[in-house]
């Protein structure tokens, strides 16, 4: 989609947004990647530094709201899985928000509209600009509306193996596990890490996923499996 074409690419954006903006350069902001801005500035990530301080306020009082009863411990464990990257960039997914980013011809050959990272940080931007530009109701109306399904998706809360795995590695004085890149394959736009975990002396274990979280999580499942199942030996 042509930059010629802004007014009509943001007047769409506005519908799927479902919020007219009286600032429409704020909204534009929101989708123009750094390589496309005339100045820094005008590009997306002041609004994501934004967007993100919203989406977590938000979010927490929706939580504290749902789960009364839910320990701090708890109810943090699932705020982090509601703001995390992956969260923010199948919100953006769901509603084609890469379809709508203002790039540069580099990174439009690169597949930046289908970047996991890339996404995420617009969808924070443009929560920062919804608040801008319409207050926080206006905000939090668009939080509730997209992510109460991943709210209510989990009735207990998420379990986080990394946690899991330290807890058991310091309580019997293992130390802190390590988490080392091994290896990094795919396009920019779309990587896969593979990733070493290791506690102590145990065997290590490596996982592959789509970042470097995902796979870190998934080598502390993995290496979980085999301590914990040598102890019931």
């Given at each position: ?154 009735l207990e809360p998420p379990s986080d193996p990394k946690t899991t ?45 789509r970042s470097k979280r995902h796979g870190e999580q998934a080598a ?14």
């Open positions: 989609m042509s930059r010629d074409c802004a007014g009509d690419r943001e007047n769409d954006l506005e519908t799927v947004l479902e919020h007219t903006f009286k600032a429409s350069e704020i909204l534009q902001r929101a989708i123009t990647h750094a390589s496309a801005a005339k100045e820094v500035w005008n590009a997306y990530e002041r609004l994501e530094f934004l967007g993100d301080r919203v989406l977590g306020l938000v979010v927490a009082d929706q939580l504290l709201d749902r789960f009364p009863r839910e320990r701090e411990g708890e109810i943090a464990r699932r705020h982090v899985q509601l703001v995390r990257k992956e969260t923010l960039a199948e919100v953006a997914r769901g509603l084609d928000i890469g379809a709508y980013l203002i790039l540069s011809r580099g990174e439009e050959e690169v597949g930046a509209r289908e970047s996991e990272s890339i996404l995420a940080d617009v969808m924070e931007a443009i929560l920062g600009a919804l608040y801008l530009d319409g207050g926080l109701d206006v905000a939090r109306r668009f939080v509730v509306k997209h992510w109460t399904p991943f709210l209510e998706a989990d795995l330290q807890e058991w590695a310091q309580a019997r004085r293992h130390g802190l596990p390590s988490y080392v890149v091994i290896g990094q394959e795919g396009p920019p736009h779309a990587p896969e890490f593979t990733i070493q975990v290791t506690v102590a002396d145990f065997p290590a274990r490596t996982a592959k996923g502390a499942t993995l290496l979980l499996a085999d301590l914990t199942a040598g102890e019931q030996a």
